[in-house]
């Protein structure tokens, strides 16, 4: 059990970011072992091939991302200092990562151990620059498909979070957290595995944030070279990965009953022949429509390997979401 004690400037400095960077390291956590994570099935079996046909040599990142007892060096996706979810500002602050902080995170007893970490240890400025363009290449088959969706539950989740601190305060937010984190007067407690004791804050408060990939657990950043970090499970993350293909009425009865159908089978990615082999829409078809679709802003095109994906954006998540918030009552659909 780790307990995080707060003082009144700690509870005035506390705040919420999203990290792609750190979505990341957490995704190859869940790769690198599948079976231990039935809920990201879907995700894992996808990206999984995707990953294999592409060539891309990914080792460096799953040495980086250990099993316990060996922990996560934390300058690989150290806090955010921003709110605003940017990869390549987290990229930036990787790269210029001091070669005594990167010596000292993979020094310890509990650091990652392969010839892979050793050259990065041995040579930091080349070895970041190196993981930079590891991660974004990784980040472009693996999560920039999904990340819409993904982005849309993390920033719903703050978005929460702030309304429960808003109406109810500090307690409740910091109450509702998860099962492993309770909150006890001026105490945050956190249930973990391999981290133990009491830590003050110090005055620096506690950055709070969702991630997708690390449910069911928690995960900490203690360190005094950041900002104290806690990143948790969002609400509704289980479904995330559902498939949920219904023809959405309302919408179609506004762009059409085809493109309404894409952008409901775009809820994961997937190629012209795929989709054309859902709908039964000919692959000829299909692509007329995404380019539509494209041009409006509903829908984004990533390049994996020999095949394009086609994913739904955030626009198009929020017309979903608007028109399933609605229902379909009194829709008369057009013919065609």
């Given amino acids: 059990m780790l307990d995080l004690a707060f003082s009144l400037r700690d509870l005035a400095r506390t705040r919420f970011a999203v990290s792609p960077l750190w979505e990341v390291v957490a995704s190859v956590r869940v790769l690198k072992r599948s079976a231990a994570h039935p809920l990201y099935r879907p995700w894992t079996a996808e990206v999984g091939n995707r990953l294999a046909t592409s060539g891309l040599d990914w080792r460096l990142l799953a ?35 001091p070669p005594e902080q990167v010596r000292s995170g993979l020094g310890g007893p509990r650091a990652p151990r392969s010839e892979r970490v050793d050259r990065l240890r041995s040579d930091p400025r080349r070895g970041l620059a190196e993981l930079a363009e590891l991660v974004a290449a990784y980040w472009e088959i693996a999560l920039a498909p999904y990340w819409p969706r993904m982005r849309s539950l993390l920033e719903g989740d703050v978005l929460h979070r702030a309304r429960l601190f808003a109406e109810h305060g500090a307690d409740q937010l910091l109450g ?50 950041w900002q104290p970090t806690l990143r948790y499970p969002p609400r509704g993350v289980a479904a995330l990965w559902e498939r949920r293909s219904a023809l959405p009425q309302a919408l179609a009865a506004v762009i059409g009953r085809s493109r309404a159908r894409l952008l409901a089978e775009l809820d994961t990615p997937a190629s012209t022949i795929d989709l054309a082999r859902r709908t039964g829409i000919t692959a000829g078809g299909v692509s007329q429509h995404l380019t539509a679709l494209r041009a409006a ?3 984004d ?22 028109a399933d918030a609605r229902g379909d009552e009194g829709i008369v659909l057009p013919a065609g």
């Fill in 63 to 97: 040495d980086l991302v250990p099993e316990p007892p060996h922990a996560i060096p934390v300058f690989i996706a150290p806090p955010p200092t921003t709110a605003v979810a940017d990869l390549g500002l987290e990229l930036a602050v990787l790269r210029a990562t």
């Fill in 176 to 225: 509702d957290l998860g099962s492993s984190v309770t909150w006890d007067e001026d105490t945050l407690y956190v249930g973990h595995h391999y981290v133990r004791g009491s830590r003050q804050l110090g005055g620096r408060g506690l950055l709070l944030v969702p991630s997708v990939f690390v449910w069911p657990r928690v995960f900490s950043v203690i360190s005094p070279n």
């Fill in 297 to 299: 802003g509903l829908v």
């Fill in 301 to 322: 095109a990533h390049r994996s390997g020999r095949y394009v994906l086609y994913v739904r954006t955030e626009a198009a998540e929020v017309l979903l979401a608007a």
